[in-house]
């Protein structure tokens, strides 16, 4: 059995792919392979389109080749990190499966760094796609301290919470699920997506001071599932709650 990376342009094994800063207008979409299959691909799929960032030719190119692909991972759990893009003024694709490195976060929980780089709101409809220009992620990543199960939140430039530098956020109030609001700017998240057909959740804005009232908060990407939050350092602490643990065992029932 081959070990991860394994590489893949345009639908064909390669020895290597381009760096990232080689994609003009790149839109990155990270995924879970899970068994030999891509369980979100669908909705995957879906931000694809919305993104209006790629040709139908390419979008039948893709579709074409990408569960193949995914029944080649020689692993039971792998990540497949998916690029489109431009690369020399050519429209093009490439396919890369990572390993899944497990870590603690599942099960004792992440922590949260506030960071001061903050997220730029824009005044047209934020279509929420994942974008392979990371630069201020990069620069709010840089600052986070050394520690274990560390994440960083990040604010808009207006101060109101957005994400974590990996996922979206859902905070629990009473019995209603709330995540910020991602019309200005942000990476509204597949897992988000899927979750809102099993749960009831509210799209609001929120300061710091807002969010700390939650009863509990979790973090959510489509490669890990749901991760709790257990403290946002400096300004909160939780134990971790019933929600969580629900919707942790809702996505190994479902999902994997």
Same mark, same amino acid.
């Given at each position: 059995m081959s070990k991860l990376p394994q590489f893949y342009r345009k639908g064909r094994r390669a020895s290597e792919l381009v760096p990232d800063s080689d994609y003009a207008n790149?839109?990155?979409?990270?995924?879970?392979?899970? #068994?030999?299959?891509?369980?979100?691909?669908?909705?995957h799929r879906s931000r694809l389109v919305r993104s209006s960032a790629l040709s139908a030719l390419l979008l039948s190119d893709?579709?074409?080749?990408? @569960? @193949?692909?995914?029944? @080649?991972?020689?692993? #039971?759990?792998?990540v497949a990190?998916?690029?489109?893009?431009?690369v020399d003024g050519r429209e093009c694709w490439d396919l890369a499966f990572? *390993?899944?490195?497990?870590?603690?976060?599942?099960e004792l929980g992440a922590r949260l760094y506030p960071c001061r780089t903050r997220l730029l709101s824009s005044e047209s409809k934020n279509l929420g796609c994942k974008f392979l220009d990371r630069s201020r992620y990069n620069a709010a990543?840089?600052?986070?301290?050394?520690?274990?199960?560390?994440?960083?939140? /990040?604010?808009?430039?207006s101060g109101r919470v957005i994400e974590s530098l990996r996922c979206n956020l859902l905070a629990r109030f009473g019995n209603t699920w709330v995540t910020p609001n991602l019309t200005r700017c942000g990476v509204h998240g597949v897992m988000l997506d899927w979750l809102s057909g099993h749960i009831r959740w509210q799209e609001q804005d929120m300061n710091i001071e807002t969010f700390c009232e939650a009863d509990e908060v979790v973090l959510c990407n489509?490669?890990?599932?749901?991760? *709790?939050v257990v403290e946002i350092i400096g300004?909160?602490?939780?134990? /971790?709650?019933?929600g969580a643990r629900r919707l942790q065992q809702l996505i190994v029932e479902a999902l994997w």
């Open positions: 790149g839109i990155l979409e990270t995924m879970r392979c899970h #068994n030999g299959s891509l369980p979100l691909w669908s909705l893709i579709d074409r080749f990408i @569960k @193949k692909l995914a029944a @080649k991972c020689s692993q #039971n759990a792998a990190r998916l690029r489109v893009g431009f990572l *390993p899944l490195v497990r870590g603690l976060e599942e990543r840089a600052e986070l301290p050394d520690g274990e199960r560390l994440d960083g939140l /990040i604010f808009d430039d489509s490669v890990r599932g749901v991760i *709790p300004y909160k602490s939780w134990s /971790i709650g019933p």
